[in-house]
């Protein structure tokens, strides 16, 4: 996203240092674009501005997070939606935030916005053999009625049907 000479992206990554070291783990980077003034400008113009990582284990401990969006309103507030995986719940669907003054690289308490409701398995082949899909559907925008109010969507374990059968 960008917004206000701020590109905002996440990605899911593999830390190799800090507390998610070696887990799953969605990160997020605000880029300052402010003096890139054309295509013609010069190559290391762009800065990290801010960056940080959202790992949900302030709500569930050992959680992985993975399959993100993100999204910033008219006053500067970033919001960011994943699916959180860990062994105490099943995938659910979690969301993060930060204001314009908090402290670099940091965000706001995480909350599960919504709490898997069973194991997920969907391989979508006969059998169990194939591979298990999960992260194509996530995002997070702003309303256009007000630049202000977030909507995000996410994945979640939802109560198991027929794993091969579209539709159940």
Do not use: C
């Amino acid at each position: 996203v960008w917004r206000n000479n701020n590109l905002w992206l996440t990605a899911t990554t593999l830390p190799v240092a800090g507390p998610n070291t070696g887990q799953t783990t969605t990160h997020w980077w605000r880029l300052d674009t402010a003096a890139v003034t054309s295509s013609l400008s010069p190559a290391g113009l762009i800065t990290i501005g801010d960056n940080g990582e959202a790992g949900a284990e302030d709500v569930v401990p050992g959680a992985m997070t993975a399959w993100s969006g993100i999204a910033v309103n008219a006053l500067d507030e970033m919001k960011l939606t994943y699916g959180v995986f860990a062994p105490a719940i099943y995938p659910s669907a979690g969301v993060d935030g930060r204001q314009p003054g908090d402290p670099p690289g940091t965000l706001q308490p995480s909350v599960i916005v919504r709490p898997g409701l069973a194991p997920y398995v969907r391989t979508f082949t006969s059998g169990s053999t194939g591979r298990n899909r999960w992260g194509d559907y996530a995002g997070m925008s702003v309303d256009p009625s007000d630049d202000r109010t977030f909507w995000g969507f996410n994945e979640y374990a939802d109560v198991q049907g027929n794993p091969t059968t579209v539709g159940t």
